[in-house]
């Protein structure tokens, strides 16, 4: 059965009906035609937008992942710190959640690594690299350690985590690595 819908409406019938097949079946399992029947809509409305899974999937991820770009900036070093770096785990229990964790080890595609560097990875850095820059010309960071190698620290610390941890990623980690490591790392 289908039904007429448009515009947003149908993208988050369509995107809602990809993750559940995700989640259900898994990558290998993963149609076009099974996110058709769950979305309740025909294949040529998914096929007029993506050629295939892989298309599609890219723009659920996209669309399913919280981005550090999103995060509100305080101008307090440690506050915005803690901020980015819980979005950025927010971003990766994302993927464990919406089933492309398990997908990434079904498939020898560079799709969710790359889909993640674009929305999360790079955006992060160089967020980390402006909150450094700016506690920098604030007189809190020495400006030698505004540099990205620091910028990525963090996040280096933070991914290894997750890796180590099943995905997941304990607030006093992240609290205790702003304290102890980063702060301690950059501050004048």
Not at 2 to 18: C, F, M, S, V
Not at 68 to 74: I, M, Q, R
Not at 79 to 106: F, H, S, T
């Given at each position: 059965?289908?039904?007429?819908?448009?515009?947003?409406?149908?993208?988050?019938?369509?995107?809602?009906?990809?993750?559940?097949?995700?989640?259900?079946?898994?990558?290998?399992?993963?149609?076009?035609?099974?996110?058709?029947?769950?979305?309740?809509?025909?294949?040529?409305?998914?096929?007029?937008r993506w050629p295939d899974k892989d298309a599609l999937l890219s723009d659920v991820l996209r669309h399913s992942l919280p981005s550090?770009?999103?995060?509100?900036?305080?101008?307090?070093?440690?506050?915005?710190?803690?901020?980015?770096?819980?979005?950025?785990?927010?971003?990766?229990?994302?993927?464990?959640?919406?089933?492309?964790?398990?997908?990434?080890?079904?498939?020898?595609?560079?799709?969710?690594?790359?889909?993640?560097?674009?929305?999360?990875?790079?955006?992060?850095?160089?967020?980390?690299?402006d909150v450094l820059r700016a506690g920098a010309e604030r007189g809190e960071v020495r400006p030698e350690a505004v540099t990205e190698?620091?910028?990525?620290?963090?996040?280096?610390?933070?991914?290894?985590?997750?890796?180590?941890?099943?995905?997941?990623?304990?607030?006093?980690?992240?609290?205790?690595?702003?304290?102890?490591?980063?702060?301690?790392?950059?501050?004048?």
């Amino acid at each position: 059965m289908t039904t007429r819908r448009r515009g947003d409406e149908l993208l988050e019938a369509i995107y809602e009906a990809a993750l559940g097949e995700l989640k259900s079946v898994g990558y290998n399992k993963f149609t076009m035609e099974g996110v058709a029947v769950a979305a309740h809509t025909g294949k040529a409305a998914l096929y007029r937008r993506w050629p295939d899974k892989d298309a599609l999937l890219s723009d659920v991820l996209r669309h399913s992942l919280p981005s550090p770009a999103d995060v509100v900036l305080t101008g307090d070093l440690r506050a915005d710190l803690l901020a980015i770096y819980y979005q950025l785990r927010e971003a990766i229990y994302a993927v464990k959640g919406n089933g492309m964790a398990d997908a990434k080890k079904e498939t020898s595609s560079t799709l969710i690594h790359d889909v993640f560097g674009e929305r999360v990875s790079i955006p992060c850095r160089k967020i980390l690299l402006d909150v450094l820059r700016a506690g920098a010309e604030r007189g809190e960071v020495r400006p030698e350690a505004v540099t990205e190698m620091v910028a990525g620290t963090g996040y280096a610390m933070i991914v290894h985590n997750s890796q180590v941890n099943n995905l997941t990623v304990a607030d006093e980690f992240i609290t205790s690595m702003v304290d102890e490591v980063i702060l301690p790392l950059v501050r004048v």
